[in-house]
């Protein structure tokens, strides 16, 4: 690895991270809805992309929502 760069992770250690099946990722990767580098048969992640692409796929809570406080009071 190259200075200040963190391993790249393979398919288990992402599945891992994620609290999925390896299945899932290999889903995932099909689908192209995740980042990944593939060498032949070879899949791989980088550490760093899949942290943003976590960030990307937050949705933040709406809570409390404007349709709840109405319900509330209503």
């Known amino acids: 690895a190259s200075r200040g760069r963190r391993p790249l992770m393979s398919i288990a250690e ?7 099946s390896v299945r899932h990722v290999r889903r995932l990767v099909q689908e192209r809805r995740i980042p990944f580098f593939k060498w032949g048969h070879l899949l791989r992640f980088d550490p760093d992309e899949i942290e943003t692409w976590l960030q990307r796929s ?3 809570a709406s809570w409390p929502s404007d349709d709840l406080r109405r319900r509330a009071t209503g």
């Open 58 to 60: 937050h949705v933040p």
């Open 14 to 20: 992402v599945a891992e991270l994620l609290g999925v």
